[in-house]
Each structure stands twice: as C-alpha cells, then as structure tokens.
C-alpha cells in the first residue's frame, strides 16, 4: 500500500534526541528556544512561541487576543475540526461563511457579511498547503479593526508573492507527524506582536512572569527539548521536503485524467500538504474503494464539514447552509504527495487513477 502520509525521520532527528536525552534539559530547555527562533525566522516574523500541538497554538492564540464568551470569530466550514472548536473552547461562537469552490479556502468575498457587532476576529484557514486570499481577509479585518488568526496548521511555508503563511496576522501551525515537518506532536504560534507574543507565552505555562510569580491564569502548554529537538532537524528540510512535494504534484497533475487537480492562483506558493482532486460527481467513492484495493491509499478530507458536525448540529443547534463545502465534501479526494513517494509510486498513482475513468 502507498501510504496516503509518511514522516521522513532521519539520522539527524534521532541524533538530536539522544543528546536532549544525555543533556539532562528535557523541557523548556534551549532546543525549544533554538526552534523557536529559527521558525520565526522561517516565517518572516520576530517571535514564535512554541506549544504542546496545534490545537493549544490556535487556542491560546485566541486566548491572547482576549476572545471569549459573547465573541463572534468568522472562519471556514471545510477544515479539520480543530479549526472551530478552538473558538468554542474560549467561549466565543464560529460563524461560518462558504468556501470558493476552486481553492476550497474561505471565500473572502463573503466575509464582509457575515461581520456583526460581535465579531472580533476572523479565523481563515491556509487548507491543503494554500493560502487563502490574505489581501481581502487583511483589508477586511484593518476595515473593521480585527485580529486576524491563520490557521496555518497545513502551510509550513507557503506563501503568497513571498510573504509567509504565519506572518499576516498570528500564525497557528501544527506538528503533527503527517504535516509538512513533524516534532512527532507539538504547535507554533507565530507573531510580529510583542505583546501578543508575551501573552502566548504566559498563557503556554500557567502565568508565570517570574519564577513563583504567576500573574494571569494559564495552561500547561509547553513542548519538550525533544519533541524540539526533532522539530528543528525537520525545519532544516523543510524547504527540500516542500520541493519535493511541489514537484509530485505537478507530475500528478500533468498525468492525471479524469478528475480536476488542485488549482494554484498565480503568485501563490502551494505546498501541497494534501494533493486533493475533485471526482466527477457520484464517482468519489467508488474511486476511493478502487484506488484502495489496487494499493493507493487515499483519504477524504473533508467528508463531513464542520457545520454539519454532529455536535454542532445537535448540540449547538447550527443550521447553516453552505454549498460549496457541502458539494466538495462529496467530490474530494486527496491522493499521497509525501517527499517519499518514489517515481514509481508516482507511476501508479496516476495509472490506478486513470484506469478507473477508462473502466467506467
Ligand atoms: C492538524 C490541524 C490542526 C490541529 O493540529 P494538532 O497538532 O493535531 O492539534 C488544526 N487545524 C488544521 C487545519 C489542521 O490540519
């Protein structure tokens, strides 16, 4: 089976383990601060706060810039669901508006309606490894004075006309093992704020200005010396992994028949995080089965948007109708893209693809 995600770990990772190991320094030690530095400089920004994973860097993100109960914050409802239940958790409420159905990312053309008096920030997602349209979210939200949170968490190093996913509001990333680099779990927050940022840090490790001296009311949100110790050794690949991922993508893309590869908008780095084609309609499942069964993994992301959720169906009572995430629930499927596919596998991906339209 061709795995659909498969971390690269290497020499250097496991070398950076041990020595955190017989360094005696396993948290909150100067591996995490050396990540930290070179991330943020990675983005283009001057700080990054380091957390236990993505979700606690959306979270605390949120958190710093004082969202809570009574709050709207406008986002997408074809994310991983992450994405919104970061905002339920501070007590503010997700308002969703439809995504634009060529790069299923937020339509920002939608946003300026969905803005009441209660909005405070707008919470747009980079999805699959592509920014959304940050010109049209930043206006908006300079316009009407609020923060602006990327979900950054599938973007490591995207951008847009060379500006950085994490670096036009504050940046959330994760890393997770099948995200672009890996700290086996952990997340970032990244921000030219130093405000913000010194509000993430408090927030990551239970208020504490000085040691014993705890002035606000926080979390345990910290990442180990070795989870850090990993990340740092991904960050140095992180730009081969990324080019290996663009250039699959365009073979993928330039092979494929049958179905509609992703759209890349000009001047838009795409780091294809998932490759995510649309099956004509009614043949996404049966195509999935087939890919399966003839040893390509595949995987829908997403089958169910976060507005049709049971929870917030059932328990929080939404009843929003959004079109375009709908459909593309059931069209999508993202196919393996990983730096470690072969040529091989490459070849077999597109022969199992485009052997389904032929038996049809
Ligand atoms: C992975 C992911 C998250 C959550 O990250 P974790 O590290 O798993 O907590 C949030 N949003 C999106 C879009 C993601 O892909």
Redesign the pocket.
């Known amino acids: 089976m061709i795995p659909i995600a498969r971390p690269l770990i290497g020499d250097e990772e496991k070398q950076a383990v041990l020595e955190v190991l017989d360094s005696g320094m396993l948290a909150q030690g100067p591996r995490v601060r050396a990540f930290e530095e070179a991330f943020a400089q990675m983005c283009g920004v001057s700080h990054a706060i380091a957390t236990s994973?993505?979700?606690?860097a959306?979270y605390v993100a949120l958190l710093a810039h004082g969202i809570g109960p009574g709050d709207e914050v406008i986002t997408t409802p074809f994310?991983?669901i992450?994405?919104a239940n970061s905002i339920l958790l501070t007590g503010a409420r997700p308002v969703f508006v439809d995504i634009d159905p060529v790069t299923f990312n937020l339509d920002a053309n939608a946003l300026d309606a969905a803005v009441t008096d209660r909005t405070k920030a707008i919470l747009p997602?980079h999805?699959f490894g592509l920014l959304a349209d940050m010109e049209k979210v930043c206006d908006l939200a300079a316009a009407h004075h609020l923060a602006v949170i990327e979900?950054a968490?599938?973007a490591h190093g995207a951008d847009h006309k060379g500006q950085r996913a994490g670096s036009f509001g504050t940046g959330a990333f994760?890393?997770?093992p099948t995200?672009n680099m890996t700290s086996a779990?952990g997340?970032m927050i990244t921000t030219d704020s130093d405000e913000i940022a010194a509000a993430c840090r408090l927030l990551r490790h239970h208020g504490v200005v000085r040691s014993h001296d705890h002035k606000e009311l926080g979390f345990n949100f910290r990442m180990t010396d070795v989870h850090a110790a990993i990340g740092l050794a991904q960050l140095h690949k992180l730009d081969q992994f990324n080019a290996i991922r663009i250039a699959n993508a365009d073979y993928l893309s330039r092979h494929l028949q049958g179905v509609a590869p992703p759209r890349v908008p000009a001047g838009y780095r795409h780091t294809f995080h998932q490759f995510t084609v649309r099956v004509p309609h009614g043949q996404r499942d049966a195509m999935a089965a087939h890919l399966k069964a003839h040893g390509v993994g595949c995987a829908i992301y997403y089958a169910i948007p976060i507005h049709r959720q049971p929870y917030y169906t059932d328990r929080l009572g939404y009843t929003d109708c959004m079109p375009h995430a709908e459909r593309a629930s059931t069209e999508v499927l993202s196919l393996p893209v990983h730096p470690s596919l072969s040529g091989e596998d490459l070849e077999t991906i597109v022969a199992t693809v485009n052997v389904f339209g032929v038996s049809r």
């Open positions: 994973s993505g979700t606690a959306l994310s991983f992450a994405t997602v999805l979900d968490c599938q994760s890393l997770y995200k779990e997340g």
